[in-house]
């Protein structure tokens, strides 16, 4: 496996909801092996939802902000061999509802009730920290490998233009950065100056 990678599983979300986060859709394709070995991420629609998978843990420990704006159920996994570290999370709409980590065999953080299906998991490891995410989650190590993702871009500025509604981009009606009407226009330039 990958020396570190991050998993995010959002319930009843597909790769389009994930505009509302700022993670918008490419027109690439990558298998499990890539995006796993890539910091950037990537998504794959999955039963019940979607996943998000990147080859760095910093993805899966910013996931409670995306389940309170998405309102749903985000569980989150990450792990960083080198330093013997692993994570699992789960947060809903409220959100944090458990996180747990283990860092060189230690636990460092422990926040919530344990869950059902940490019943017989002692320490996280990467094997048991995969595990457990696959019984909150039905996703599998195998289901990352055979998945083909769909690598994911952040916000952009002409993301909010192609949100606007078809008449307002045809009549060139504009907005401000806020999203609202701007009743002034386009930006007025000042004309050169002779020098």
């Not at 039963?47 to 420990?61: E, H, K």
């Amino acid at each position: 496996m990958a020396n570190q990678f991050g998993l995010v599983k959002i319930d009843g979300a597909s790769i389009a909801d994930l505009a509302a986060i700022g993670l918008y859709p490419t027109d690439l394709r990558a298998t499990g092996a890539e995006v796993l070995a890539n910091p950037d991420p990537a998504a794959l629609e999955v039963a019940g939802g979607v996943l998000i998978a990147s080859g760095v843990t910093d993805m899966a420990s910013e996931s409670e902000s995306g389940a309170i704006a998405l309102g749903t159920r985000v569980v989150t996994c990450g792990v960083a061999s080198w330093d013997k570290t692993a994570m699992v999370s789960v947060y809903d709409r409220d959100g944090v509802v458990r996180h747990v980590v283990d860092t060189l065999e230690e636990r460092t953080f422990d926040v919530g009730e344990p869950l059902a299906e940490e019943e017989g998991v002692g320490r996280l490891t990467e094997d048991s920290a995969l595990q457990l995410f696959a019984d909150l989650t039905g996703v599998t190590l195998q289901d990352i490998r055979d998945g083909e993702f769909v690598p994911l871009r952040p916000a952009q500025e002409h993301d909010e233009v192609e949100e606007r509604s078809f008449f307002r981009r045809l009549f060139g009606l504009y907005s401000n950065e806020q999203g609202y009407a701007d009743k002034a226009g386009p930006p007025v330039l000042d004309p050169p100056r002779d020098s």
